[in-house]
């Protein structure tokens, strides 16, 4: 790796070790759409109406196309931010292959988001279009979008599916497209270093970060999971998660449609639909948090049913019990991958498909190739096997930044990525997350801001003092609970708690499931609040 880290010497040195391509996800599309065209590239129900939509690589490709035109009629062009908060919908794949048509940024957005989060987002982000359902889960999304237009001075357009009138997302499909606009978007070359995805993510900086991807960037991780895994086009995907998640976007989304395999969408989570859709699709291969591994495998125990066609389930978001490794392996008879990695760099570390046992249960992996990881000390000084310190990453896959926050992206002169997480490397390279220094609750393999939510509970009248921490849950793998210091004859409850940060519209999944009212919390000399003990105490008495 040079120690020159400009855009131009770090594509130099990847070039050079092979780990850029220099190819595009539609380059790969296009080959597999040439080849398989008939094939059956995507599955997507909806659960609440019981809609099944198939559509194969050809039909991908026709309504991305008019997609591309629709979105170009309306002001959007190469470089443009087109935000959709969509659950796992037949749509979500094609805004994304559309927007890759364009030279336009996808931005996914995680279907718990509310006018607070979507307002600073879209803002930031200055996206022109934004797709939303009508409603999803009682939810009526199309007046959140129209409240977050008014308010995010670019947004020109909002896209509804299921919606009416002008602002109906059929109408972004230009069946009209004539072909002059049709050649104008098959004529477009899309750059292999230009951004294409827009994610945030939370971080101790009280507000969301905007991760950036590029093509190399991306394909740089995904080539040589699916190379490790032997994933290719006879593989059936399964993806339970969100794609407005990394998890779900990168392997759920991108990695199928870079193979030529056929993916699977499960907009709602239920185990027996899960193990339903992967019994009659014939999936070989899904990937989730831990929740869904332990729903899935306790329904498959239960009532006995089998996935004789599920080669591999990766587990990642946070480090699996080991308990939880031998009962699914129990259940589903597949291969249980353990995986590591952020946003910024999708799946850094996994498991091989034949690892010994210690391995599997007791480990988050070893790098894949193209990246690095090392355990280093307050000072940076790399430490030895077996020591747990902050762990870095470098590599291929590795983010090109935050958008429009450089400051914030923790990199050293040496390309070294501080992620920010506790871990220690044994002998073989292969890692174990041991916890989190900054400070975020995992729940569900979701990041829950901390610092935005404490602002929110101390602006509060009743509150004097908060700090939220996580304890563990079987299921979730943690939860939060909020520590409080009243104001003097100030009262609160639990439930006032809850509808308070209601009204300002955050996401439910950040409301803390506890709320433990104190005289006082554990302090260090100088003042700052020492959460570690916190920690201790909410599990204690969790």
Not at 139 to 154: F, G, M, N, Q, Y
Not at 231 to 258: K, N, R, T, W
Not at 318 to 344: D, H, N
């Given at each position: 790796?040079t120690?020159?880290l400009?855009?131009a010497?770090r594509?130099?040195?990847?070039i050079a070790?092979g780990s850029w391509r220099?190819e595009t996800?539609?380059?790969?599309f296009?080959?597999?759409?040439a080849a398989l065209?008939?094939?059956v590239?995507?599955?997507?129900?909806?659960?609440?109406?019981?809609?099944e939509?198939?559509l194969?690589y050809a039909d991908?490709?026709?309504?991305?196309d008019?997609v591309a035109?629709?979105l170009?009629?309306?002001?959007v062009g190469?470089?443009?931010v087109v935000?959709?908060?969509?659950?796992?919908?037949?749509?979500f794949?094609?805004l994304h292959l559309?927007?890759?048509?364009l030279?336009?940024?996808s931005?996914?957005?995680?279907i718990?988001f509310?006018?607070?989060?979507?307002?600073?987002?879209?803002g930031?982000?200055?996206s022109?279009?934004?797709?939303?359902?009508?409603?999803?889960?009682?939810?009526?999304h199309?007046a959140?979008a129209?409240?977050?237009?008014?308010?995010?001075?670019t947004?020109a357009?909002v896209a509804?599916?299921?919606?009416e009138?002008?602002?109906s997302?059929?109408?972004?499909?230009?069946?009209?497209?004539?072909e002059?606009?049709l050649?104008a978007?098959?004529?477009?070359r899309?750059?292999?270093?230009?951004?294409?995805?827009?994610?945030?993510?939370?971080?101790?900086t009280?507000e969301?970060?905007?991760?950036?991807?590029?093509?190399n960037t991306?394909?740089a991780n995904?080539?040589?999971?699916?190379?490790?895994?032997h994933?290719g086009?006879g593989?059936v995907?399964?993806?339970?998660s969100?794609?407005?998640?990394?998890?779900g976007?990168?392997?759920g989304l991108v990695?199928?449609?870079?193979i030529?395999?056929t993916a699977?969408?499960?907009?709602?989570?239920?185990a027996?639909t899960?193990?339903?859709q992967?019994t009659?699709?014939?999936?070989?291969?899904?990937?989730?948090?831990?929740?869904?591994?332990n729903?899935?495998?306790?329904?498959?125990?239960?009532?006995?049913?089998?996935?004789?066609?599920?080669?591999?389930?990766?587990?990642?978001?946070?480090?699996?019990?080991?308990?939880?490794?031998?009962?699914?392996?129990?259940?589903?008879?597949a291969?249980?991958?353990?995986?590591?990695?952020?946003s910024e760099n999708?799946?850094?570390t996994?498991?091989?498909?034949?690892?010994?046992?210690d391995?599997?249960t007791?480990t988050?992996?070893?790098p894949?190739?193209?990246?690095?990881?090392?355990v280093v000390d307050?000072a940076?000084?790399?430490l030895?096997v077996?020591?747990e310190g902050?762990?870095q990453?470098?590599?291929c896959s590795?983010?090109?930044?935050?958008?429009?926050?450089p400051?914030?992206?923790?990199?050293d002169?040496?390309g070294?990525?501080?992620t920010?997480?506790?871990?220690?490397?044994?002998a073989?390279?292969?890692?174990?997350?041991?916890g989190?220094?900054k400070d975020?609750i995992?729940?569900g393999?979701?990041?829950?801001?901390v610092v935005e939510?404490e602002?929110?509970?101390?602006?509060?009248?009743?509150v004097a003092?908060v700090?939220i921490?996580g304890y563990?849950?079987?299921?979730l793998g943690e939860r939060?609970?909020a520590?409080?210091i009243?104001r003097?004859?100030?009262?609160?409850s639990?439930?006032e708690m809850?509808?308070?940060?209601?009204e300002q519209k955050?996401?439910?999944?950040y409301?803390?499931?506890?709320l433990e009212?104190?005289?006082?919390?554990p302090?260090?000399?100088?003042?700052?609040?020492?959460?570690?003990?916190?920690?201790?105490m909410?599990?204690g008495?969790?």
């Amino acid at each position: 790796m040079t120690d020159d880290l400009s855009p131009a010497a770090r594509r130099a040195a990847m070039i050079a070790a092979g780990s850029w391509r220099d190819e595009t996800l539609l380059d790969l599309f296009r080959r597999n759409v040439a080849a398989l065209g008939d094939k059956v590239a995507v599955v997507a129900t909806r659960a609440e109406i019981g809609d099944e939509v198939r559509l194969t690589y050809a039909d991908l490709d026709r309504l991305s196309d008019r997609v591309a035109v629709g979105l170009s009629r309306r002001g959007v062009g190469e470089g443009d931010v087109v935000s959709f908060q969509l659950p796992n919908w037949w749509q979500f794949t094609v805004l994304h292959l559309a927007a890759l048509k364009l030279g336009a940024i996808s931005n996914p957005l995680m279907i718990i988001f509310r006018e607070r989060e979507l307002t600073f987002m879209l803002g930031l982000a200055e996206s022109k279009v934004l797709v939303v359902p009508a409603k999803f889960r009682n939810v009526d999304h199309r007046a959140i979008a129209l409240a977050v237009k008014a308010a995010v001075p670019t947004l020109a357009h909002v896209a509804v599916v299921d919606g009416e009138g002008e602002e109906s997302f059929d109408r972004l499909i230009a069946g009209d497209a004539s072909e002059a606009e049709l050649a104008a978007i098959h004529a477009r070359r899309l750059s292999p270093d230009a951004v294409i995805e827009l994610l945030y993510t939370s971080g101790t900086t009280g507000e969301p970060k905007g991760v950036s991807h590029t093509s190399n960037t991306m394909l740089a991780n995904l080539v040589p999971f699916a190379d490790r895994l032997h994933l290719g086009e006879g593989d059936v995907i399964h993806m339970p998660s969100p794609m407005a998640h990394q998890l779900g976007f990168m392997y759920g989304l991108v990695l199928p449609a870079m193979i030529g395999a056929t993916a699977i969408l499960q907009d709602v989570f239920v185990a027996a639909t899960m193990a339903k859709q992967i019994t009659e699709e014939g999936a070989t291969f899904t990937m989730g948090a831990t929740p869904f591994l332990n729903d899935l495998a306790d329904h498959c125990l239960s009532t006995g049913t089998t996935t004789p066609t599920l080669r591999i389930f990766v587990s990642a978001g946070a480090p699996i019990p080991r308990p939880l490794v031998t009962k699914a392996r129990r259940a589903l008879g597949a291969a249980i991958i353990s995986a590591w990695g952020m946003s910024e760099n999708g799946a850094v570390t996994t498991t091989r498909l034949d690892d010994p046992e210690d391995k599997v249960t007791g480990t988050d992996g070893c790098p894949l190739p193209g990246m690095e990881v090392r355990v280093v000390d307050p000072a940076g000084r790399p430490l030895g096997v077996g020591e747990e310190g902050q762990l870095q990453v470098r590599g291929c896959s590795n983010f090109v930044g935050y958008m429009k926050r450089p400051g914030l992206a923790a990199v050293d002169p040496d390309g070294w990525f501080d992620t920010g997480d506790i871990a220690r490397i044994d002998a073989d390279g292969y890692i174990r997350i041991a916890g989190r220094s900054k400070d975020i609750i995992i729940r569900g393999g979701e990041n829950i801001p901390v610092v935005e939510v404490e602002d929110m509970l101390f602006k509060h009248p009743a509150v004097a003092t908060v700090a939220i921490v996580g304890y563990p849950d079987a299921r979730l793998g943690e939860r939060a609970c909020a520590y409080v210091i009243l104001r003097p004859g100030a009262t609160l409850s639990f439930e006032e708690m809850v509808a308070y940060l209601k009204e300002q519209k955050t996401a439910m999944q950040y409301i803390p499931e506890r709320l433990e009212v104190v005289e006082d919390v554990p302090r260090t000399p100088s003042g700052k609040i020492q959460k570690f003990k916190l920690r201790d105490m909410a599990k204690g008495s969790g």
